[in-house]
């Protein structure tokens, strides 16, 4: 929802590179090599959704790369702890 309806897509004639989101610094500007990505996951850091859980404890994330970093801690844990 969040990419379609508040970034839009430029096939469809609508696609906005700046940030709407009340109070937001990058309001001013448009995001970095014009890219529709980047406003895309700019924008998942207004909203409290987070997609990626953790398998072993349940932990929830916004970023792919958090859960990774939560992998690796559960990983060095079961190796410390046998």
Request: aromatic share 10%.
């Amino acid at each position: 929802h969040l990419a379609e309806a508040h970034v839009g897509r430029k096939s469809h004639g609508n696609l906005t590179l700046r940030c709407l989101w009340m109070g937001c610094n990058h309001a001013d500007r448009p995001f970095r090599f014009f890219k529709r990505d980047h406003i895309v996951s700019h924008c998942r850091a207004h909203v409290p959704f987070k997609a990626n859980v953790c398998s072993d404890c349940g932990a929830q994330f916004k970023w792919p790369q958090d859960l990774k970093k939560q992998c690796v801690r559960h990983a060095l844990y079961y190796i410390v702890s046998c």
